[in-house]
């Protein structure tokens, strides 16, 4: 049976750049679902499976999702059939979820392996903004990393911390990951 190591953290703290790098080194990537607009650079089936709102809330009806949540406007959800496909393969693969995702993941899984991928505020910020998009949302991303993303109470479901903020070296965050994978460090 697979494992699973789900990723949270607040916006713009890395998740993504740690995905893609993960599955050059060969960890298959579990993708969600979500009725947000693509970004320019982002495809369909490689970052989401992107839903209009009416075939997401047809998954919902259909029991389609493990768990689903709304953020900023927008449905998230990971299909069931993802996750099934994913723990039959024996490998390790890997999801990004937030928080509720990752306990709601670990109480149907329980050797779901938590990581927290964290970067400072002022960190977000300037990634954020270089990233664009409309102001009110990245105001929106800020404030719920300032708010909840980087409490103690949302970290502290966590199985293992990476920082990735302005200085951390990427490559040094990759190896950790990578560690952490394979199962050499766990804190
Ligand atoms: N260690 C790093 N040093 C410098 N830039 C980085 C580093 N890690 C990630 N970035 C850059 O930060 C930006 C945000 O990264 P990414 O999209 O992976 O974040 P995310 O956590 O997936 O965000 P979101 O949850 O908003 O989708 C990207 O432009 C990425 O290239
Ligand atoms: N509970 C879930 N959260 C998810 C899922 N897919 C992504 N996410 C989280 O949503 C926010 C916003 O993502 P973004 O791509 O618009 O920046 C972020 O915290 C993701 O981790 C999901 O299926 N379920």
Do not use: C
């Amino acid at each position: 049976m697979g494992k699973i190591f789900a990723f949270y953290g607040p916006s713009a703290s890395g998740k993504s750049e740690i995905q893609r790098e993960l599955t050059v080194f060969g960890y298959p990537k579990i993708i969600t679902a979500t009725t947000r607009p693509p970004r320019s650079h982002e495809e369909d089936g490689v970052h989401y499976l992107f839903m209009t709102t009416e075939q997401f809330e047809h998954a919902l009806a259909e029991h389609s999702f493990i768990e689903w949540t709304s953020y900023n406007g927008n449905y998230y959800g990971t299909l069931k059939a993802s996750i099934e496909e994913a723990l039959r393969q024996d490998g390790k693969a890997h999801i990004v979820l937030d928080l509720a995702g990752v306990l709601a993941l670990k109480q149907l899984y329980a050797d779901t392996v938590a990581v927290y991928i964290g970067a400072n505020i002022s960190t977000i910020t300037r990634r954020l903004k270089l990233r664009g998009g409309a102001a009110d949302e990245t105001e929106s991303r800020i404030q719920k990393a300032e708010q909840h993303e980087l409490s103690i109470e949302y970290t502290q479901h966590a199985d293992v911390i990476v920082w990735n903020h302005d200085g951390v070296d990427f490559n040094d965050t990759m190896l950790r990951v990578r560690n952490i994978i394979a199962g050499n460090q766990t804190d």
